[in-house]
């Protein structure tokens, strides 16, 4: 079974242009998690999903950042405008089910790097 | 609040020994599950075990084992046998009952095998 898929793997851009990550969650997960790990801040939540929907966006820096879920298999994480503060690797994670001992599954990350 | 903390930026370790990495964290929740993962220099993050805050057995998986002792809130991983393959960032991480699906995750220690 194919694990969280994510694209691009990395992504180089400039300052100002507009990033859009994408996530396939594990078949049957109904829990998607974004998050952003940096030298500075560690792995931190950005976001996530139960069934399509946004449950907690408390993580989400700013209004530059925004997440969507169209469907059970995808996900997207937009930054518009990009700034090179979020240069940073963006992991998308799923879970089958909520509850303490669900593991989350994490994807390859996407290293973006703004400039 | 969880916190997640680990106190071992880096270590050394010969191959084929055992290691411990340290975990200690903070929560107020009676029921929580504690994680390890490890994020080789590919970068993906990998799950490597779990336990359950009402387990009454150490949790064990392959080499990974997890000294879990409740009252002194911490939760080490050993490795037995290292191999080289075992180098690599290790992030411990913790979710709470009353965290929702949050993982709070560790700064992480990174581990390096010698020869």
């Known amino acids: 079974d194919a694990g969280v898929i994510q694209s691009p793997r990395h992504e180089v851009t400039e300052m100002g242009q507009e990033v859009t990550l994408r996530c396939k969650p594990i078949?049957?997960?109904?829990?998607l998690f974004w998050y952003r790990q940096t030298m500075m801040r560690g792995l931190e939540l950005l976001i996530y999903?139960?069934?399509?929907?946004?449950?907690?966006d408390s993580g989400m820096p700013e209004d530059r950042f925004s997440a969507k879920m169209p469907n059970a298999s995808f996900s997207t994480l937009k930054i518009q405008p990009s700034e090179p503060r979020d240069s940073a690797v963006y992991f998308c994670?799923?879970?089958?089910?909520?509850?303490?001992?669900?593991?989350?599954?994490f994807g390859p990350g996407t290293r973006l790097l703004v400039l | 609040a969880q916190k997640i903390t680990q106190t071992q930026p880096g270590m050394f370790v010969q191959e084929k020994e055992a290691v411990t990495l340290d975990c200690t964290y903070d929560?107020?929740?009676?029921?929580?599950?504690l994680f390890w993962y490890k994020q080789p220099s590919s970068g993906e993050m990998i799950f490597l075990i779990y336990q359950g805050s009402y387990d009454q057995q150490n949790a064990t998986e392959g080499r990974y084992s997890l000294n879990f002792q409740k009252a002194r809130k911490s939760a080490n991983l050993v490795i037995s046998a290292s191999q080289l393959g075992d180098s690599a960032m290790y992030f411990c991480a913790m979710r709470g009952g009353n965290a929702g699906n949050m993982l709070t995750f560790g700064g992480g220690t990174r581990l390096m095998v010698k020869p």
């Open positions: 994670a799923s879970s089958q089910l909520a509850g303490i001992q669900e593991t989350q599954y």
């Open positions: 929560t107020s929740d009676p029921s929580y599950g």
């Open positions: 078949s049957g997960h109904d829990y």
């Open positions: 999903f139960n069934n399509n929907v946004p449950i907690d």
